[in-house]
């Protein structure tokens, strides 16, 4: 993503990379900004976040989008229920209760005195409303594919604080999906997306300068306990160091997407998260279609050497981390193994597979820390064990074509696409159909062994669910090998001594400003 607004004035007027380096140190003898001609500003009422990309959209129903519900969820707009993420219990928000009335049908009790950003009320016709538009439009939203897959539910208001929902098959947790369905009034536009969203949330879009900065401010008439600061204002810079450095040099209040090399010193805060990195192989498409190339895939990574030299985290080996109901402790991450991807190469080449095709590795700018570096690192790799690979950095729109159903159209020739996935909601429901089932939006390939395990665990509960997703992963894992995991990824942000905040699991995810308050 391009740096907007990075360009400094006077001494600081280089790009270089040695200057980005040793940013800290050039401030305080010169005086530059780092946020260049175009500072944050907004005094002392507003919180200041520098984030590592501009949100691609704030549609409600793509709040599930890392880069879009790190801004939208808990803010602009709120769900009928939320997941704690420290204990991972489910808590009221615009729903007070719910109970099962059958297998397939629950009955939600909704919030009263609760007005949306533009003065009408909260209503269960705006909750069936909402829901509606996020799984059964033609909008395509995100929450759909993530969180609903091919669930089909209807909802039906009782009366203004009633809702009931039913569902085609019984869905034990269907409390914990509407979690992600973000509630917009009946006037939001039911057939294409909007670019600036009405909520109940804390707060609301004050103005939205595209490629420059966002603004959000404290809504007055908010049902709940009014966050402490007036207003925030969100940038974005690419650059991990000038992150870091406007906070070091009082010109943000919080920076997110750190590496320890960044320079945020004493304002930096690791916290643990519940994202993963992992790369998607187009397993359609020779020579990634034969199985022992995408074995050799996963043998060719040092996993160790990532975690230990280009970002924070830990090796895995599969997309959800510990405490998500199905992840399997058995699931070990593949060892670093260069002789037996050679070895598996060279057997498929033997064999007639097309192995000098061209595999494009295809990134994401900012998707975490020193990206660009991290499919170097396995760029090499895959080339020591015999195969071709270039990469493609991309910024988040038009990597965001490659990641979602439908894919470029085209010969787009085989892939391997850098991502990441945090599972917030704790359920391995919402990484399995998705990520691995045939007609998942984010996958690129399945099959019908893996689609039977999966829905198998989607209908279980208790124990039973545990071990059915537990068993799904173990089959992906060892039949099917669609992805190469690489690690659970360790968060670090900086933040002024102004402000107090402790970061989550879910901080990466949804950054809910009502959390943060003055260390004054």
């Known amino acids: 993503m391009s740096e907007h607004g990075g360009a400094v004035t006077g001494l600081c007027t280089t790009r270089s990379r040695p200057?980005?380096?040793s940013l800290?140190?050039?401030?305080?003898?010169?005086?530059?900004s780092v946020a260049g001609a175009d500072p944050i500003g907004g005094g002392p009422d507003t919180l200041r976040i520098v984030l590592p990309e501009e949100p691609p959209t704030l549609e409600p129903c793509d709040a599930s989008l890392t880069a879009t519900g790190r801004v939208t969820r808990a803010n602009i707009t709120e769900a009928l229920t939320e997941r704690e993420p420290s204990t991972g219990r489910l808590e009221p928000a615009l729903a007070t209760k719910w109970t099962r009335d059958s297998a397939t049908s629950w009955t939600f009790t909704l919030r009263e005195g609760v007005t949306f950003h533009d003065g009408t009320p909260f209503t269960a016709a705006a909750a069936a409303f909402s829901l509606e538009r996020a799984t059964d439009s033609g909008i395509d939203c995100n929450v759909d594919g993530y969180i609903f897959t091919d669930s089909e539910l209807t909802a039906t208001p009782v009366d203004d604080t009633t809702l009931r929902v039913t569902t085609a098959k019984p869905d034990p947790i269907l409390p914990l999906r509407l979690s992600f369905v973000e509630i917009v009034p009946t006037s939001t536009d039911p057939d294409s997306r909007v670019r600036e969203?009405?909520?109940?949330g804390p707060y609301r879009i004050d103005e939205w300068n595209q490629g420059r900065h966002l603004r959000l401010k404290r809504f007055p008439g908010y049902w709940g306990k009014a966050p402490e600061f007036a207003a925030a204002t969100y940038?974005?810079?690419?650059?991990?160091?000038v992150r870091a450095a406007m906070v070091t040099n009082d010109e943000a209040d919080v920076a997110i997407g750190l590496a320890p090399e960044d320079g945020a010193g004493d304002r930096a805060v690791e916290f643990a998260t519940n994202e993963v990195s992992y790369l998607r192989m187009d397993a359609t498409k020779p020579p990634l279609d034969d199985l022992r190339i995408r074995q050799a895939v996963n043998y060719a990574i040092d996993r160790e050497g990532l975690v230990t030299a280009v970002f924070a985290g830990r090796p895995s080996g599969q997309l959800v981390s510990k405490g998500v109901t199905g992840y399997n402790p058995r699931i070990r991450p593949w060892p670093y193994d260069p002789e037996r991807a050679r070895g598996l190469?060279?057997?498929?080449?033997?064999?007639g597979v097309r192995t000098g095709t061209t595999i494009t590795l295809i990134g994401r700018n900012g998707i975490y820390p020193k990206a660009a570096e991290a499919m170097e690192v396995v760029q090499d790799g895959l080339i020591k064990a015999g195969l071709k690979v270039k990469i493609k950095m991309l910024d988040v729109n038009a990597w965001l074509e490659y990641l979602l159903r439908p894919f470029p159209a085209g010969d787009t020739g085989p892939t391997l696409?850098?991502?990441?996935h945090g599972n917030q909601a704790g359920d391995a429901a919402f990484t399995m159909g998705q990520i691995y089932g045939s007609e998942g939006a984010q996958s690129s390939y399945g099959t019908d062994a893996l689609d039977t395990l999966i829905e198998e665990a989607q209908l279980a509960s208790?124990?039973?669910?545990?071990?059915?997703?537990?068993?799904?992963?173990?089959h992906q894992n060892d039949k099917v090998v669609r992805d190469a995991v690489m690690a659970n990824m360790t968060g670090l942000l900086a933040?002024?001594?102004k402000v107090r905040y402790r970061p989550d699991s879910a901080t990466n995810d949804e950054m809910r400003l009502a959390d943060m308050r003055r260390a004054d």
Not at 24 to 32: H, I, N, P, R
Not at 345 to 351: F, M, S, W, Y
Not at 462 to 474: N, S
């Open 19 to 21: 200057i980005v380096a």
């Open 24 to 32: 800290a140190a050039l401030l305080a003898v010169s005086g530059c």
């Open 197 to 200: 969203p009405v909520g109940t």
């Open 235 to 241: 940038v974005w810079r690419a650059e991990g160091s």
């Open 345 to 351: 190469v060279a057997e498929a080449r033997a064999d």
């Open 417 to 420: 696409l850098q991502a990441q």
């Open 462 to 474: 208790g124990g039973k669910r545990q071990k059915a997703f537990a068993e799904a992963f173990t």
């Open 495 to 497: 933040l002024s001594p």
